[in-house]
């Protein structure tokens, strides 16, 4: 366009300074604008607790059984409620053998879960934690009839190397509302089985407590050598133990 003898051109943004034209910079035109470029308070916001995205999960070989720690966002009701309870364990049965991927013990406590798993390879435990997270999003969302992500950022995995790593896991993930009672009433709990983990599929207890095995099993047989036989040599489990006592 031309407006006397001076030529424009509007495809460039430009300012005029001691009668020359000068080309604005991509800062000089994000200043005059206040459109793009970095800002503060610019971007997507944290959303709650997540793992460091640079920190890689330790690689492991298919004979090492995995604790897998769970958590849901806030605002999400207990997962201990009874329905609840009762639809993730058809969903872990539904789930719990994957071939190269098997849940093999669960504790589902108030916010959060806890999982043993082996896997053939740290491709598979991904594969095999992804199908199962998305799993208990669905039945959350079913059952409490609410919207949107569920879970709290990524799963959180320690490898299992020795027997006396297994039998604490195990004790663990087993006695996990034992502790948390603990915590909360100030005193111990008391002896009986935990209706919101795999403990009555067990069969490491020193004593046996009543608990009911109707349907259908939620859990995969153990398959590592650690999670069969090798913890055993730290002793039995005491159902009345309270773990990080």
């Known amino acids: 366009m031309i407006y006397g003898c001076t030529?424009?051109?509007?495809?460039y943004p430009f300012a005029m300074a001691s009668g020359?034209?000068?080309?604005?910079?991509?800062?000089?035109?994000?200043?005059?604008?206040?459109?793009?470029?970095?800002?503060p308070g610019?971007?997507?916001?944290?959303?709650?607790?997540?793992?460091?995205?640079?920190?890689?999960?330790?690689?492991?070989?298919?004979?090492?059984?995995?604790?897998?720690?769970?958590?849901?966002?806030?605002g999400i009701p207990s997962l201990r409620r009874r329905r609840l309870v009762q639809a993730l364990r058809k969903?872990?049965?539904?789930?719990?053998?994957?071939?190269?991927?098997?849940?093999?013990?669960h504790s589902i406590q108030?916010?959060?879960?806890?999982?043993?798993?082996?896997?053939?390879?740290?491709d598979a435990l991904s594969r095999g934690m992804r199908s199962l997270g998305t799993r208990i999003a669905h039945a959350v969302q079913r059952i409490f009839e609410v919207e949107g992500r569920i879970l709290e950022g990524a799963y959180h995995a320690h490898v299992l190397r020795t027997p006396k790593e297994v039998r604490h896991a195990l004790r663990y993930v087993l006695?996990?509302?034992?502790?948390?009672?603990?915590?909360?009433?100030?005193?111990?709990?008391?002896?009986?089985m935990d209706e919101c983990s795999s403990g009555r599929w067990f069969d490491g207890w020193k004593r046996q407590l009543p608990a009911s095995r109707?349907?259908?099993?939620?859990?995969?047989?153990?398959?590592?050598?650690?999670?069969?036989?090798?913890?055993?040599?730290?002793?039995l489990i005491d159902p009345a133990a309270i773990p990080g006592s």
Do not use: Y
């Not at 030529?7 to 495809?11: A, K, P, S, V, Y």
């Not at 604005?24 to 005059?32: A, C, G, K, L, N």
């Not at 108030?110 to 740290?122: C, D, G, K, P, Q």
């Not at 259908?216 to 040599?233: D, F, Q």
């Open 7 to 11: 030529w424009i051109d509007f495809r």
């Open 20 to 39: 020359r034209e000068k080309q604005q910079t991509f800062h000089d035109h994000r200043m005059r604008s206040g459109r793009g470029g970095p800002r």
């Open 42 to 74: 610019a971007g997507r916001k944290p959303s709650g607790r997540r793992c460091d995205p640079k920190k890689r999960r330790e690689r492991f070989s298919g004979c090492l059984p995995v604790h897998v720690t769970l958590r849901v966002r806030t």
């Open 91 to 105: 969903t872990f049965a539904a789930a719990c053998d994957r071939g190269d991927f098997r849940l093999v013990h």
């Open 110 to 122: 108030r916010n959060h879960l806890h999982l043993i798993v082996e896997a053939e390879s740290h």
């Open 175 to 192: 006695l996990n509302v034992r502790k948390h009672w603990r915590e909360f009433k100030g005193e111990a709990p008391p002896a009986r």
């Open 214 to 235: 109707a349907g259908p099993c939620e859990v995969a047989p153990a398959a590592t050598w650690l999670l069969r036989i090798g913890w055993r040599s730290r002793g």
